[in-house]
């Protein structure tokens, strides 16, 4: 059997009660929907998340549908602060 994990299409992630991020997940087998679930990531959790998703992506250039923070930011010269790249 072969199973395929994707976001759950028109649910957001979400902030719980308890100050978890539940990321909304789909999970199918062999090509079956089997069930909806959501993976639940404490703040440190999810940084480290972040910066590991970071890491990967780093030297690949971000596709057009990509969401903001994947896109160039501009911003002032005055207010550009740049830590620990030349």
């Known amino acids: 059997m072969s199973w395929e994990i994707e ?3 028109g649910r ?3 902030r719980t009660d308890d100050d978890r991020l539940a990321v ?3 999970l199918s087998g062999d090509g079956e929907h089997a069930t909806d ?3 639940m990531l ?3 959790d999810a940084e480290h998340l ?3 998703l970071c890491r990967a992506l780093d030297g690949h ?3 057009p549908a990509a969401p903001e923070c ?3 930011v501009q911003t002032s010269r005055g207010n550009a602060h740049i830590v620990g790249r030349a």
């Open 7 to 9: 976001r759950t299409p």
């Open 12 to 14: 957001p992630l979400h």
């Open 24 to 26: 909304p997940l789909r």
């Open 37 to 39: 679930v959501e993976l």
């Open 42 to 44: 404490s703040l440190v």
């Open 50 to 52: 972040h910066a590991a």
């Open 61 to 63: 250039p971000a596709p």
């Open 70 to 72: 994947r896109q160039p």
